[in-house]
T-cell receptor, first 116, second 113 residues
Framework: AQSVTQLDSQVPVFEEAPVELRCNYS??????LFWYVQYPNQGLQLLLKYLSGSTLVKGINGFEAEFNKSQTSFHLRKPSVHISDTAEYFC??????????????FGTGTRLLVSP | SQTIHQWPATLVQPVGSPLSLECTVEGTSNPNLYWYRQAAGRGLQLLFYSVGIGQISSEVPQNLSASRPQDRQFILSSKKLLLSDSGFYLCAWSLTSWGEKLFFGSGTQLSVL
């Protein structure tokens, strides 16, 4: 079954430092991969997505992610973080269902804590 | 532009009481609608999805049910809440059937005591 694993439950980092949030997926078929961000007491919003084409995907707020098929990874990066980037980040994979519908399966999330 | 409304924002209910959470979408037609639950340390779990009025698919058998009485209205219900129903419930919508981009509501924090 297709799934995603986020190994880091929490990542503390200082402001203006670079950050990488790790995501590994398992799938036997072509995948669509996503990163969502959740600010405190809010719903999730899409940061970026990989559907096909270039393996380096750029998203909102200066984030980017690289699809690596050989390592089955889709790590999220930002060269310089801000305090406002403090949030929970979810990696997700699109999974086909027997109805022909596809659903998003989310990882357990990584809490990014940016301190001054 | 499209908007999604979810209410209430917080809810405290006793065990055994009923539940009704409502979600409405504006600015689009025939959206796919979803209910997710977020439990601490467990990420988001898809509970129900709907591709049209009256069409509900359940992902996880449990104490909850969903209904879609109108095109842009999605309701999550329970006849008798359990302690294990506590969590953060998120409604979402999308236009594609392959889950490309979900637009989430602001969520309901449900505490069952």
């Amino acid at each position: 079954a297709q799934s995603v694993t986020q190994l880091d439950s929490q990542v503390p980092v200082f402001e203006e430092a670079p950050v990488e949030l790790r995501c590994n997926y398992s799938s036997s078929v072509s995948v669509y991969l996503f990163w969502y961000v959740q600010y405190p007491n809010q719903g999730l919003q899409l940061l970026l997505k990989y559907l096909s084409g270039s393996t380096l995907v750029k998203g909102i707020n200066g984030f980017e992610a690289e699809f690596n098929k050989s390592q089955t990874s889709f790590h999220l990066r930002k060269p310089s973080v801000h305090i406002s980037d403090t949030a929970e980040y979810f990696c997700a994979v699109s999974v086909p269902m027997n109805t022909g519908f596809q659903k998003l399966v989310f990882g357990t999330g990584t809490r990014l804590l940016v301190s001054p | 532009s499209q908007t999604i409304h979810q209410w209430p924002a917080t809810l405290v209910q006793p065990v055994g009481s009923p539940l009704s959470l409502e979600c409405t979408v504006e600015g689009t037609s025939n959206p796919n609608l979803y209910w997710y639950r977020q439990a601490a340390g467990r990420g988001l779990q898809l509970l129900f999805y709907s591709v049209g009025i009256g069409q509900i698919s359940s992902e996880v058998p449990q104490n909850l049910s969903a209904s879609r009485p109108q095109d842009r209205q999605f309701i999550l219900s329970s006849k008798k809440l359990l302690l294990s129903d506590s969590g953060f419930y998120l409604c979402a919508w999308s236009l594609t059937s392959w889950g490309e981009k979900l637009f989430f509501g602001s969520g309901t924090q449900l505490s069952v005591l």
